[in-house]
């Protein structure tokens, strides 16, 4: 499966920005999606999941309240709402899926197979 993430862009604190993470090759349905980010010089962390039924939805913390996953599977997409963006939420924000039998959160990164090439969200103050 190829991810494609969009979206990103620059603006200002308190604005919001929905990044989408389009598959193509096969269909997301059977997949665990992440999304990631990884600031300048810094981890590349985990943001949120979603789980290939779409029932269930996971945070890291520093986005909780802010952030919303979503997937539309009739477009094979999987969607970041970022809303009431801070400066610390600059970064490259990466989309990643992985095939499961079960559905179920996957907050490691090391357990991603695909990967997307990322998108630059930038937020000033």
């Known amino acids: 499966v190829q991810l494609q993430a969009s979206g990103g862009g620059l603006v200002r604190a308190g604005d919001s920005l929905r990044l989408s993470c389009v598959a193509s090759?096969?269909?997301?349905?059977?997949?665990?999606v992440g999304w990631f980010r990884q600031g300048p010089g810094k981890e590349r962390d985990f943001v949120a999941t979603?789980?290939?039924?779409?029932?269930?939805?996971y945070y890291a913390d520093s986005v909780k309240g802010r952030f919303t996953i979503s997937r539309d599977s009739t477009k094979n997409t999987v969607y970041l709402q970022c809303n009431s963006l801070k400066p610390e939420d600059t970064a490259i924000y990466y989309c990643?899926?992985?095939?499961?039998?079960?559905?179920?959160?996957?907050?490691?990164?090391?357990?991603?197979?695909?990967w997307g090439q990322g998108t630059q969200v930038t937020v000033s103050s």
């Open positions: 979603i789980t290939w039924g779409g029932d269930t939805t």
């Open positions: 090759g096969r269909t997301l349905s059977s997949y665990t």
């Open positions: 990643a899926a992985k095939s499961v039998v079960y559905p179920g959160p996957i907050f490691m990164k090391a357990s991603y197979d695909y």
